[in-house]
């Protein structure tokens, strides 16, 4: 069965540094999405990605933020520079339409800002 | 304020015994409603979803309820098993303008007793 993958599944940082969180959406899936997930807090949409550009971003996905499709597999999440706050996990996610309830999720990397 | 709220956060059931898992939401203008499953350690995984203009809809084992009137969507599991052991939560879908917001809930923490 296809899957969603993410990489590193685990990442620590100094605050401060940037981090750049990997992803391979299931392949013929044309809408990726990022989305995190606070320690014991609900998740939360941070960005979609549609032919090579954000399509929608929350209030969460602030200048820090940026996304990358820099090849034809990958979808990156890069924070330039960490806080504290920022630690949680993020999950990525891919669909084949539009509608993002259809959006099957990759199992999350875990950062954590020190 | 949240939109999307769980009225239970744990849940105990025998194995076999059916399950009932609630959600709250507020935001009328939602088209669509998800539950989500998250194993430990593992990203949500979807499970059913339902339209604004639908009052139920079933899948494998599975039923999803919605009550406009009072705001009110429920998960319904036949027989559960040990393996449905996780965490659901609700979440809400608004398409408004071209632009889709997704609002997720906390979660229920559902324990299966053997």
């Known amino acids: 069965e296809p899957e969603v993958t993410q990489t590193p599944s685990h990442q620590v940082t100094q605050m401060g540094q940037e981090v750049i969180l990997r992803c391979v959406p299931i392949?013929?899936?044309?809408?990726f999405y990022w989305y995190r997930q606070i320690l014991g807090q609900k998740v939360e949409f941070l960005v979609s990605?549609?032919?090579?550009?954000?399509?929608?971003k929350s209030e969460i996905f602030d200048d820090q933020f940026s996304v990358e499709r820099p090849d034809g597999s990958n979808f990156t999440l890069k924070i330039r520079s960490t806080k504290l706050e920022d630690s949680a996990m993020y999950f990525c996610?891919?669909?084949?339409?539009?509608?993002?309830?259809?959006?099957?999720f990759g199992q999350g990397t875990r950062l954590t800002v020190v | 304020g949240e939109s999307v709220g769980l009225h239970l956060p744990t849940l105990s059931v025998q194995e076999g015994d059916n399950s009932i898992i609630n959600c709250a939401y507020s935001?009328?203008?939602?088209?669509?409603f998800i539950w989500y499953k998250q194993e430990s350690g593992k990203g949500p995984q979807f499970i059913i979803d339902i339209r604004s203009n639908m009052d139920k809809r079933q899948g494998q084992r599975v039923t999803v309820l919605l009550n406009k009137t009072v705001k009110h969507l429920s998960l319904q599991i036949a027989a559960t098993q040990p393996g449905d052991s996780a965490v659901y939560f609700c979440?809400?879908?608004?398409?408004?303008?071209?632009?889709?917001?997704?609002?997720f809930g906390i979660g229920t923490k559902l324990q299966v007793i053997p």
């Open positions: 979440a809400e879908n608004m398409d408004s303008g071209g632009y889709q917001k997704v609002t």
């Open positions: 935001n009328s203008a939602s088209d669509y």
């Open positions: 392949s013929n899936h044309l809408y």
């Open positions: 990605f549609y032919n090579n550009e954000i399509s929608e």
């Open positions: 996610a891919s669909s084949v339409r539009r509608l993002n309830t259809e959006a099957f």
